[in-house]
């Protein structure tokens, strides 16, 4: 589940999240490490096509890899 708080009509901030369904894997940048496409993609969910790490994946099904 990725949670994230937002700011309602009250300006209140407020906690929801998303399910992605039948996740085989996921990534999660530190905030030192992120590059300009992390940052344009602040406040939006993204899917990258044809990246590095999931074609890494892709050769090693069995391996999770976590960074």
Avoid: C
């Avoid at 901030?13 to 990534?27: D, P």
């Avoid at 044809?50 to 069995?62: A, K, T, V």
Wanted: proline share 1%; net charge negative; glycine share 2%.
């Amino acid at each position: 589940m990725l949670m994230y708080d937002f700011e309602d009509e009250d300006g209140e901030y407020r906690w929801t999240g998303t399910t992605f369904l039948e996740t085989i894997a996921f990534k999660q940048t530190v905030d030192d490490k992120i590059n300009v496409f992390q940052i344009k993609a602040y406040n939006a969910v993204a899917e990258v096509a044809d990246s590095e790490w999931i074609n890494e994946f892709s050769l090693h099904p069995r391996i999770l890899i976590r960074s």
